[in-house]
């Protein structure tokens, strides 16, 4: 295909969540996966040469067009919107979530030594957290887990991404 890359680079444009090369040979049906990729780690290329306002990133099982750090504040200004902003007590209980997924809420105090409820209520609003099930014991108490949404937000491509604890020991030191 004569404009594969041309295409990808659309699809992908176009989208407002990670797109998945699944999801484009889906659409492609003539071209594999593995072309799919191919073309797709030449665009990253291009646009890492490049140097733009924007770049292409692997992020939550697929790849999403990301605006530059350098011209952040001026796409900000334009939209007149401000980042998502988590308070500290927001971000130390999504981080019990991320590390120790599926969890409790009980779990999650347990650990934060403090009640949590408005603080999971606001990550469940924003959508870094879902309800993921409930724990078979008395009360049936409801487990929670991150989303896709967490996974984009913060540019990782999977759990796996999420710094070790070790790695946090040696930033310390």
Known sequence: MDNLKAIIEALIF???????????AGILEDVKE??????????MREYEEKDGGIFLKAVAGGYQFRTADAVGSWVQKFKGQKPVALSPAAMETLAVIAYRQPV??????????????????????????????????????????????????????????????????????
């Open 104 to 173: 409790m809420r009980a779990e999650i105090e347990n650990v934060r030594g403090v009640d949590i409820s408005g603080t999971l209520r606001g990550l469940l609003e924003k959508n870094l957290i879902r309800i993921v099930g409930r724990k078979d014991v008395p009360g049936k108490p409801m487990i929670y887990g991150t989303t896709r949404k967490f996974l984009e937000t913060f540019g990782l491509k999977a759990l796996s991404d999420l710094p070790t604890l070790r790695e946090f020991r040696e930033l310390g030191e």
């Open 34 to 43: 593995k072309e799919i990729v191919s073309a797709i780690n030449d665009i």
């Open 14 to 24: 176009i989208s407002d969540t990670p797109v998945a090369p699944a999801k484009i």
